[in-house]
């Protein structure tokens, strides 16, 4: 069966990535991990211009959730998939545009005329990176434009959300109300958990939203993260994958369905809280990896799209790794053109 138009909804922050390859000094001189996602504070907020002015950065669409977007619409007819977001009124916003028309995404974006499109940079040593967040315009996103008429109408229309964890820090009344229209209309409601900052210092908004997930998506690292700030006293990926789709539930007409990826290692999957269920990720040669950002939302948006049209969830499962296998061949979150298919 054909999906309805603009069958999937997506929200969050639609971000810029100015990345870069970097160094140790470069990390140093900023106080960044190696690995690691972070929201920007004022002794970081030179970095941009640093990247774009001293290391020949490359300005790229980003956003985890708008990526999943742009993959999700790769692998859907056309009309597909709509995305929500905070922009500002700047050349910034003017590339994501060119970026989400060129995927055939449709975007609704609330401009902001006075902050900044919101920025991301993406430091890249070996095969680590390391991401730091101006959030800018992306950080006012508000209720009043999910609940005006024309958007409304969108979220109505849909069958299916997706919103990305790192909204959180941005605008928690518009993923509730998200979650609380998916309860009423047993439709299904995906949270991915982002980044391993949004369960360690977003917990309420995080547990506030948690009984509405239909589907549960996060890496290993936000995992560890979410079992650490709420008590678990494990550190098995397997088991946290079970206490993540065990949880309360407000619609109890779908069992919760936890997915964990790692990497190169298996994905772990639990419906409902019982046993688990282990899929390999699809191997691929060292040498035809070109850049490993935003492999998770590529994943989450393989598998989205299988939900969006109805497919099994171990077809699902595969066609995230799927796409997330041609995405870590691209440079950035990106998918190939022409375009394959499944
Ligand atoms: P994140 O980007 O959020 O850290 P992961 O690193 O777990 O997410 O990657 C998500 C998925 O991307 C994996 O489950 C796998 O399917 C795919 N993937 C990531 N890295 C590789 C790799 N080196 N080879 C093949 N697939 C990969
Ligand atoms: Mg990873
Ligand atoms: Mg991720």
């Known amino acids: 069966m054909a999906p309805k138009e603009y069958a999937l909804l997506c929200l969050e922050n639609p971000l810029l990535d100015i990345q870069a390859q970097g160094n140790a000094a470069l990390l140093e001189k900023y106080g ?3 690995n690691d996602a972070i929201l920007a504070e004022e002794k970081h907020k030179g970095i941009y211009e640093d990247l774009l002015n001293n290391y020949s950065a490359k300005l790229i669409a980003g956003g985890g959730a708008q990526n999943t977007a742009r993959g999700a619409q790769y ?6 998939v709509v995305f929500l977001g905070g922009v500002g009124d700047d050349k910034y916003a003017a590339i994501l545009h060119d970026a989400v028309k060129a995927a055939g995404l449709r975007v609704e974006y609330r401009v902001d005329k006075v902050q900044p499109t919101g920025r991301c940079g993406v430091v890249i040593t070996d095969h680590n990176r390391s991401m730091c967040t101006d959030l800018g315009a992306a950080n006012h996103y508000d209720l009043e434009h999910l609940k005006s008429p024309e958007v409304w109408k969108l979220v109505e229309g849909a069958t299916h959300y997706f919103v990305g964890g790192y909204h959180l ?3 928690p009344p518009a993923i509730q109300a998200l979650a609380e229209e998916a309860a009423k ?9 982002s980044a391993p900052f949004i369960p360690q210092f977003f917990k309420d908004p995080l547990d506030a939203s948690a009984p509405y997930w239909d589907y549960v998506i996060g890496n290993e690292t936000e995992a560890l993260a979410y079992a650490e700030s709420h008590g678990l006293e494990t550190k098995d990926i397997k088991e946290i994958a079970k206490a993540l789709a065990a949880l309360p539930k407000k619609n109890t007409k779908r069992e919760r369905v936890a997915i964990i ?3 190169t290692d298996p994905t772990i999957v639990s419906v409902g809280g019982k046993d688990v269920q282990v899929f390999e990720v699809h191997p691929i040669e060292k040498s035809l990896i ?5 492999a998770g939302d590529a994943f989450a948006a393989g598998f989205t799209a299988g939900l969006v049209a ?3 969830l171990a077809r699902c499962i595969d066609q995230g ?3 997330a296998k041609l995405s870590i061949q691209e440079l950035g979150p990106s998918f190939p053109f022409p375009k394959q298919t499944y």
Do not use: A, I, R, Y
């Not at 692998?75 to 597909?80: A, I, T």
């Not at 209309?185 to 958990?193: R, Y």
């Not at 070109?290 to 935003?294: A, H, L």
């Open 169 to 171: 820090t941005v605008c």
């Open 185 to 193: 209309n047993d439709k299904v409601f995906v949270f991915s958990l």
């Open 32 to 34: 960044l991990k190696p």
């Open 321 to 323: 790794q799927w796409l």
């Open 75 to 80: 692998m859907l007819p056309p009309n597909s």
């Open 261 to 263: 990826t790692q990497g």
């Open 290 to 294: 070109n850049d490993t950002t935003g």
């Open 310 to 312: 109805g497919e099994s």
